[in-house]
């Protein structure tokens, strides 16, 4: 077998213009996910009264079936729901004006915020209770404890998991391709077959995306060491 | 001035305290002893509602929490009043010594950054921490987070501020150094009540002392009552360790 080397240079550059979906695809899925995962997290932690169940099926079920699968059940389902409430109701709106990424967006987010609510649940554990009974000492209430005392450390806990997860959901976006959405992985698959060079083809992407994972790695380290500075002492 | 009348608190069946009454004038300081177990700490927790009581009545100056049905309000009344020392200093771990003091009076008493600064460097000058300011907990021996701690309590100018073992998580040598600062604020006439397991600094520093066991009061009076001639048998008892010991010691 002969490796086309300068193939594979052609095919990073035509790569390039799909770096933007995919990049979209994670931060949006990551940034929902972190909400609901945090949603979720506090309600199983407080124990909420119903929601807490719920919250716990949640993760179960979704931790329990995979990414792909909830995709697929999201991109059948959507649609039929949508018509069927249009129907009733007599909306002018129909699941066609959907983009094809908003099933995407709307998949991964549902995922990543059951296994970002693990994440942010050990974060939360990690902070000893001492810190939430000398925030209600001083006179917080449960609110300022949380956004003020509680929240900074555990973040600063969870960081490494964190970064952890946003690479999995890096990865995890390639699977938008299954709704035509043309992520790195879709476009690597549309310059593979129409220049019949798929090992160069899926190389560049591969490369693509060890950059863009080495980027989050870097970040996270440096955001590791800001936020952590406490724990060394910083600028005393 | 406090008064906590027939507190109650149980762990599942476990009755930790047992219907205790105590009343602390303003500028008194309390000191509570007794074995481990007897209920002490439960009771300084349950002043500040750490601890829910099952039972009982607790009343700081002119708020009070009837512990049957407690109202959210008025447990942030009662938390307000007070300031808590700890065992364990528990200093907020991602700020720094001054960040710490000044904490409660930016996000709790809305007291303009400047001012907060202000008292809290003046607060940490007072119990020897001028050179710490920007210290974090982590860079700080048990001894200096501990006095921090104090200096976090005495900033929000409370009513009554509670000690938990303010020393016992300290080594011998740093003792010393966290007890001086307690006096030095005791004979400011701040009112306290201090939870702890060293005798002697008990019978010079408090105006009064009680002696707990299994969730009850023992005996209380003033300390020279208590230490030189008390009535029960169990607080002889108790005490004759410590009195033993520092006859050895003349």
């Known amino acids: 077998m002969k490796l086309d080397f300068s193939f594979i240079w052609k095919a990073f550059l035509e790569l390039l213009p799909a770096v933007p979906t995919t990049i979209q695809i994670t931060v949006v899925s990551v940034l929902c996910g972190f909400a609901i995962g945090t949603a979720i997290a506090l309600c199983r932690m407080y124990r909420v009264p119903v929601l807490h169940r719920i919250a716990a099926a949640y993760v179960t079920v979704i931790r329990g079936t995979p990414m792909l699968t909830h995709l697929l059940l999201i991109y059948v389902g959507v649609p039929l729901l949508v018509d069927g409430l249009s129907g009733r109701y007599g909306w002018s709106f129909r699941s066609g004006d959907i983009p094809m990424i908003g099933f995407a967006y709307l998949s991964f987010s549902i995922t990543a915020g059951a296994y970002f609510s693990e994440v942010v649940r050990s974060g939360l554990l990690a902070v000893s209770k001492g810190q939430l009974e000398a925030a209600y000492s001083v006179g917080m209430t449960t609110t300022q404890a949380l956004r003020r005392i509680v929240f900074p450390q555990a973040f600063a806990a969870a960081l490494p998991n964190l970064s952890n997860n946003v690479i999995g959901m890096l990865h995890g976006s390639t699977l938008a391709f299954t709704v035509s959405v043309v992520d790195i992985n879709a476009r690597a698959e549309i310059v593979a077959t129409t220049n019949w060079k798929f090992f160069e083809a899926y190389l560049a992407a591969a490369l693509l995306f060890w950059g863009l994972t080495i980027l989050i790695e870097r970040l996270s380290a440096l955001l590791e060491r800001r936020v952590t500075r406490y724990n060394r002492g910083g600028v005393a | ?250």
Not at chain 2, 59 to 73: E, H, T
Not at chain 2, 106 to 113: A, F, G, N, S, T
Not at chain 2, 183 to 207: C, D, L, P, S, Y
């Open chain 2, 1 to 250: 001035m406090i008064k906590l009348t027939g507190i109650a608190k149980s762990f599942g069946k476990n009755e930790v305290l047992k219907g205790i009454d105590l009343t602390v004038e303003k500028g008194e300081v309390v000191a509570i002893l007794g074995p481990s177990g007897s209920g002490k700490t439960t009771l300084l927790r349950c002043i500040n509602y750490l601890e829910r009581p099952s039972d009982g009545e607790i009343s700081i100056g002119d708020s009070s929490v009837q512990c049957r049905k407690p109202a959210k309000k008025d447990i942030q009344a009662l938390r307000r009043k007070t300031a808590m020392v700890f065992q364990q200093y528990n200093l907020f771990r991602h700020k720094t010594a001054l960040e710490n003091v000044m904490e409660g009076l930016v996000v709790v008493r809305k007291v303009p950054k400047e001012e907060a600064r202000k008292r809290s460097i003046e607060l940490l000058e007072k119990v020897g921490l001028a050179d710490k300011l920007d210290a974090y907990p982590s860079r700080l021996s048990g001894g200096q987070q501990q006095r921090v701690g104090i200096a976090r309590a005495l900033a929000l100018n409370p009513e009554v501020i509670l000690f938990d073992e303010p020393t016992s998580a300290l080594d011998p040598e740093l003792v010393g150094e966290v007890l001086a600062v307690i006096r030095k604020i005791a004979k400011e006439g701040i009112t306290m009540i201090i939870v702890t397991h060293e005798m002697g600094f008990a019978q010079e520093v408090a105006n009064h002392v009680v002696f707990m066991e299994g969730g009850a009061v023992v005996e209380e009076g003033p300390p020279k009552a208590i230490f030189q001639s008390p009535k029960e048998e169990r607080t002889r008892q108790f005490l004759a360790r410590f009195t033993s010991e520092s006859a050895y010691s003349i």
